[in-house]
C-alpha cells in the first residue's frame, strides 16, 4: 500500500512536469515570433532555449518562419497593392515608413543568423549554416565570383551528405541553385547542384505501405515526393527538346500530392513557398497541357480523378460513351484503392452498425472526440450533411461516425448540448490502429463495393465527397 501511496504522487509530478515543459517550449517559440524583428539578444535566447528542450519545433521555426526574412523583397509589388496601401493608412503608416522598418527587420534577421552561426550547440550551428550560404548568394548575386565560390562550397557540403530533408539541405541548394543558373559564367556549377539534388530525390522515392505510414514517415515521404515533382517541372523548364520535357513534366504529374501527401501537406507547404513563390499544390496541369491525344488526355485525367475527384467532369467530358462512364469510373475506384477493413460496432442507442450491410451506397467515416477541436468545429456542417443523407438530398452517401480516445456518457452529453443527431459508435481501440488513424478528424470513404480512400485533412471535405459519388 505504502507503494502505491507513493507512485500516485510521482505520476502526478510526472504529468506536472511534462504539462510545463511544453508550456515553456510554446513560451519560448511565441516569444522569438515576438522579439526577432527588434530584439535581436532575446531571439537569440528564446531560440536556444527552444533548440535545448525540442530541436524539432526548433528547427520548424528557424526554417519556415525566420528563414521567410530573406525572402526575396516584393516591395514593387507592395507599391501597387491597393488593400494593402489601405491597410497601412489606417495604420497611419506610409509606404516609406512600411520600408524603413522591413529594412531594420532584415538587419536584425542577419545579427540573429550571425548568432546563430556562432552558437555553441551544433543543433544551431548546423541549421543556420544553410541558410546563411543562401543567404549569402543572394547577397553576392551582383558578383559572379564570390557567387561561385558560394555555389562550389555548397555543392562540396551536398556532396558528403545523404539526408537532404533534414535542415532542408535540398531546399537552400535549389535556390542557390536558381541564382547561378542565370549568368553563363555559373550555370555548369548550378547545374551539378540542381543534378545532385535531383538525383538524391530520385533515390528516396520508395514505395511504402500506407498502413504502416507513421505520422513522421508520412511527412517525409511527403516532402521527398513534392521536390521531386517540382524539380523535374523545373528540368521541363530548363530544356527545348520537347520529348525530354513531356518526359519530365510526366514525373512531375506522377510525383505531385497524392492523397497520403495531402493529408500531410504542411510538410512540403514552406518549400513551395520559398521555391516558387505561391501555392501550387500539383504539377497535372502543366502535364496535360502538353497532351494533345485525347485519349491520352483521358487516360490521364481518369488517373487524377481518383486521388482528386475535381477531375472527375473533366475525365467525363472526353469520354465518348458518356452513359457508361460511371460505370467506369467506380470499376476504376475499386480496382486503385484497398478493401476498407471490417468492423461492427454498437452506435450510441445500442442499434449494431456493420460495415457492408448499406447497399448500393458510399460511406462516410469519420474519426473524432469530444477533446478534439477541429472535430467539433466542424459538426455543424457534418450534421447537415447527414441530414442531407435522411431528406432524400444525398441517397448514395451513408455517414458513420467513432468516437475516439473518448468515453460513452461524455459523448452522449456532447450530443444532446449540441442536438446533433449523426450516428456515433464508440471506438473499440482497434479500429484507429486498422485504419491507421494518426490526426483527428480523419476520414475516409467507401465505396458501395468496400473499397476505400482517404479525404485529407484540411481540404473541403463536403465538395470532395460530393464529387466522388457524382454520377
Not at 526575396?72 to 488593400?83: L, R, Y
Not at 520559398?274 to 496541369?285: C, I, P, Q, T, V
Request: proline share 4%.
Amino acid at each position: 500500500m505504502k507503494r502505491l501511496a507513493i507512485f500516485i504522487p510521482l505520476l502526478f509530478l510526472s504529468f506536472a512536469i511534462l504539462a510545463q515543459n511544453v508550456q515553456d517550449e510554446i513560451n519560448y517559440f511565441n516569444s522569438f515570433q515576438r522579439t526577432k524583428d527588434k530584439q535581436p539578444d532575446s531571439a537569440v535566447y528564446f531560440m536556444q532555449k527552444l533548440a535545448a528542450s525540442n530541436q524539432q519545433s526548433a528547427e520548424d521555426l528557424l526554417h519556415n518562419s525566420f528563414a521567410q526574412s530573406f525572402l526575396g523583397a516584393v516591395q514593387e509589388k507592395m507599391k501597387t497593392d491597393t488593400s494593402f496601401l489601405a491597410h497601412i493608412k489606417k495604420m497611419n503608416m506610409t509606404i516609406d515608413s512600411v520600408f524603413a522598418l522591413m529594412k531594420e527587420e532584415k538587419k536584425n534577421a542577419h545579427i540573429i543568423l550571425s548568432r546563430f552561426g556562432n552558437d555553441t550547440n551544433p543543433f544551431l550551428k548546423n541549421n543556420s549554416y544553410v541558410v546563411a550560404k543562401w543567404v549569402e548568394a543572394q547577397d553576392n548575386q551582383k558578383d559572379p565570383t564570390k557567387l561561385l565560390a558560394i555555389g562550389k562550397e555548397y555543392l562540396t557540403y551536398l556532396s558528403a551528405q545523404t539526408d537532404f530533408y533534414a535542415e532542408r539541405k535540398a531546399r537552400y541548394g535549389l535556390l542557390i541553385a536558381q541564382l547561378m543558373v542565370a549568368d553563363a559564367a555559373l550555370k555548369s556549377t548550378g547545374d551539378k547542384l540542381f543534378k545532385l539534388i535531383y538525383s538524391n530525390l530520385q533515390k528516396n522515392q520508395k514505395e511504402l505501405d500506407p498502413n504502416e505510414l507513421t505520422r513522421s514517415t508520412k511527412e517525409i515521404r511527403a516532402w521527398y515526393r513534392y521536390m521531386f515533382a517540382y524539380t523535374n517541372f523545373i528540368a521541363a523548364q530548363n530544356t527545348q527538346d520537347k520529348v525530354e520535357k513531356m518526359a519530365f513534366l510526366k514525373l512531375a504529374n506522377e510525383y505531385s500530392p497524392d492523397m497520403i501527401d495531402k493529408t500531410a501537406s504542411h510538410a512540403y507547404f514552406y518549400d513551395m513557398i520559398f521555391l516558387l513563390g505561391e501555392e501550387k499544390y500539383s504539377f497535372a496541369d502543366d502535364y496535360l497541357a502538353t497532351l494533345a491525344n485525347d485519349e491520352e488526355k483521358f487516360k490521364t485525367i481518369m488517373a487524377l480523378s481518383m486521388n482528386d475527384p475535381s477531375f472527375k467532369a473533366k475525365a467525363k467530358a472526353l469520354y465518348k460513351d458518356q452513359a457508361r462512364f460511371n460505370e467506369l469510373w467506380l470499376n476504376q475506384f475499386n480496382t486503385t484503392f484497398k478493401t476498407a477493413p471490417a468492423f461492427a460496432l454498437l452506435q450510441l442507442d445500442g442499434t449494431p452498425y456493420k460495415l457492408g450491410n448499406q447497399k448500393n451506397q458510399w460511406t462516410l467515416i469519420d474519426f473524432w472526440g469530444t477533446w478534439c477541436g477541429p472535430c467539433r468545429a466542424e459538426h455543424p456542417d457534418l450534421q447537415k450533411v447527414y441530414l442531407k443523407t435522411q431528406n432524400g438530398q444525398l441517397p448514395k452517401l451513408n455517414v458513420i461516425t467513432i468516437a475516439s480516445r473518448d468515453n460513452e456518457p461524455a459523448v452522449k452529453a456532447y450530443m444532446n448540448q449540441f442536438k446533433y443527431s449523426f450516428p456515433v459508435v464508440m471506438s473499440d481501440n482497434v479500429i484507429e490502429t486498422n485504419y491507421n488513424v494518426s490526426s483527428w478528424p480523419s476520414k475516409f470513404l467507401i465505396s458501395p463495393q468496400g473499397k476505400f480512400v482517404i479525404i485529407p485533412f484540411g481540404v473541403n471535405w463536403e465538395k470532395y465527397i460530393a464529387d466522388y459519388i457524382s454520377e
